[in-house]
């Protein structure tokens, strides 16, 4: 299995609302991402995480947090979000996190709007 | 931040045409990678080059890298309609605690 997937597909919520984005992987790999992507713009890094814990959080607003509860999983949860934080919220994985084989596989990517 | 930046922008091409892709980038990498995206989906890797090497190639891609130059290109032969995509260099900086910084992208239209 060389896939990452990314649940949901689309989500719509309101600046009140709390909804999670979830990414799981089942390569074995140790490290995983979550980037935003704003349109014809590239991803920007948020998170990662490597061996399960947190390695990088790049300023990112408290108002995204990230879980990874296992190798394989890899959570965003979303309270309190504003319009501007609509984007494309694309998860990757990779074998180790860094290094010279650093390859990363994205998952297709959770369209995100904020009302 | 940026690390890297793509020339040009936008390029669009005849089908059976070759496309060069270029990035430019700051500080000193252990690799350069080249992502292919396609509209509004996941990033697809299409291939790593580390800093000692200066040419790669896989089926119709040819990359290169010059590190004197903090510069690489990505060079797609005989392309087709369904190489339409966004193209993003990605650098692994060798003090940016292990992790990717992509350039702005090439947005490749090849018309049928």
């Known amino acids: 299995d060389t896939e990452v997937t990314q649940t949901p597909k689309h989500l719509v919520m309101g600046m009140t609302n709390k909804k999670s984005l979830k990414c799981e992987q089942h390569m074995g790999h140790r490290a995983m991402y979550w980037y935003k992507q704003k349109a014809k713009k590239p991803p920007e890094l948020m998170f990662v995480y490597s061996y399960e814990k947190l390695s990088i959080n790049e300023s990112v607003p408290s108002r995204f947090s990230p879980e990874c509860p296992n190798s394989s999983l890899l959570n965003l949860h979303l309270h309190a979000l504003q319009p501007e934080d609509s984007a494309l919220y694309l998860c990757?994985?990779?074998?180790?996190?860094?290094?010279?084989?650093?390859?990363?596989?994205f998952g297709p990517g959770t369209r995100l709007t904020v009302l | 931040s940026q690390q890297g930046e793509e020339d040009p922008q936008a390029l669009s091409i005849q089908e059976g045409e070759n496309a060069t892709m270029n990035c430019s980038y700051k500080?000193?990498?252990?690799?350069l990678q080249w992502y292919r995206q396609n509209s509004g989906r996941g990033l697809v890797h299409l291939i790593l080059i580390r800093s000692n090497e200066r040419e790669k190639h896989s089926g119709r891609l040819r990359v290169t890298l010059d590190t004197s130059k903090k510069s690489s290109s990505l060079l797609i032969t005989a392309s087709r309609a369904a190489d339409t995509a966004s193209y993003f260099c990605?650098?692994?900086?060798?003090?940016?605690?292990?992790?990717?910084?992509f350039g702005g992208g090439t947005r490749l239209m090849v018309k049928p």
């Open positions: 990605a650098t692994d900086a060798n003090n940016a605690g292990n992790m990717l910084t």
């Open positions: 990757a994985s990779s074998l180790v996190a860094g290094g010279s084989y650093n390859e990363q596989f």
């Open positions: 500080t000193s990498i252990n690799n």
